[in-house]
Nanobody
């Protein structure tokens, strides 16, 4: 599985960017596609994920500004970012990995997690600078 991000750059506060992540993957091996970001000196943090059912989870603090989508034909994951703030600056990574077993209401289920440790494949990252 190879993941390649693109679309990063420098924008002024309030600006917009759309990141893309193209993947070469087998649908039988990966079920979760996610975006993470990491600012200098800080830990990598989860931005959001989309699973093989098309269900999207997003960091609540980014609701209304960040949108995750994917084009299955092009095998491309997108992160649309609007009203960018200086604190959104950092390296943005695309990641892919399998669902993890957990419990849902007492019943076994599988889900995409927020933990970077649960993602097997990573892109090289694309830099976003808001200033």
């Amino acid at each position: 599985v190879q993941l390649v991000e693109s679309g990063g750059g420098s924008v002024q506060p309030g600006g917009s960017l759309t990141l893309s992540c193209t993947s070469s993957r087998s649908s039988s091996t990966t079920y979760c596609m996610g975006w993470f970001r990491q600012a200098p000196g800080k830990e990598r943090e989860w931005v959001g994920t989309i699973n093989d059912s098309g269900d999207i989870s997003r960091e609540l603090s980014l609701e209304g500004r960040f949108t995750i989508s994917q084009d299955n034909v092009k095998e491309t994951l997108y992160l649309q970012m609007t009203r960018l703030k200086p604190e959104d600056s950092g390296m943005y990574y695309c990641a892919a990995g399998p669902r993890r077993l957990t419990s849902c209401g007492g019943q076994p289920c599988s889900t995409c997690t927020r933990s970077s440790d649960d993602y097997t494949y990573w892109g090289q990252g694309t830099q976003v600078t808001v200033s």
